[in-house]
């Protein structure tokens, strides 16, 4: 397996535009989680899902973001409209099970100017 | 609610010689207990884990932690440390049921020639 992939690596964009990250988790993964990273609030849990339905979005700071998994093999983060303050690194991860590890994508560093 | 304190933003070590890197945790039940690494531009990579049985845990890499569930701790350990294991490291952890993994701040790892 390729392992979690997620597009794109590096994202650049204006205040005020769209963003939509993706993620294709591992094959018969049952979790999927979106995590961001800043030096700052260093690894933070935006919102998880399990079977494709989310569990917990606690974690998503605002109503600008939000995300979907449409089904088992692809979900997405999108933030409209971005803001300067969302610059960070937002990485993926799957698992399969209750008792397993999880494994994490490379991460997509979006920068908001 | 669960936590992670990883008290040294930084560790220095020489090559060869032995390196700890700290953690303890909090949780209201049993925990399973992670640890990653991170290298520069990259994803986070999991290196070992603890969920039941012998407290000591050996990974990958030559590292091992060892759960000590009187003083919630949960320290990173390598005998010998090798310029190549300077990098990014996060202890995490979260507590049995279907709950994603809350991390540490990460801990720095430099290890000198």
């Known amino acids: 397996d390729a392992g979690v992939i997620q597009s794109p690596r590096h994202e650049v964009t204006e205040m005020g535009q769209e963003v939509t990250l993706r993620c294709k988790p591992i094959s018969g993964h049952d979790y999927l989680f979106w995590y961001r990273q800043t030096m700052m609030r260093g690894l933070e849990l935006l919102i998880y899902f399990n079977n494709n339905v989310p569990i917990d979005d606690s974690g998503m700071p605002e109503d600008r973001f939000s995300a979907k998994m449409p089904n088992a093999s692809f979900s997405t983060l999108k933030i409209q409209p971005s803001e300067p303050r969302d610059s960070a690194v937002y990485f993926c991860?799957?698992?399969?099970?209750?008792?397993?590890?999880?494994?994490f994508g490379q991460g997509t560093r979006l920068t908001v100017v | 609610a669960q936590s992670v304190a990883q008290p040294e933003d930084q560790v220095n070590v020489a090559e060869g010689n032995p390196l700890t890197v700290k953690c303890t945790y909090s949780v209201s039940g049993n925990p399973y207990l992670f640890w990653y690494v991170q290298y520069p531009n990259r994803g986070l990579q999991f290196l070992l884990k603890?969920?039941?049985?012998?407290?000591l845990v050996k990974g990958s890499y030559g590292f091992e932690a060892e759960f000590n569930k009187s003083q919630t701790s949960f320290h990173l350990k390598k005998p010998s440390a090798l310029v190549s294991d300077s990098a990014l490291y996060f202890c995490a952890v979260r507590d049995i049921g279907n709950t994603p993994l809350v991390f540490g701040k990460g801990t720095r790892l430099s290890v000198i020639a």
């Open positions: 991860a799957s698992r399969a099970t209750e008792n397993t590890e999880a494994f």
């Open positions: 603890y969920i039941t049985g012998d407290n």
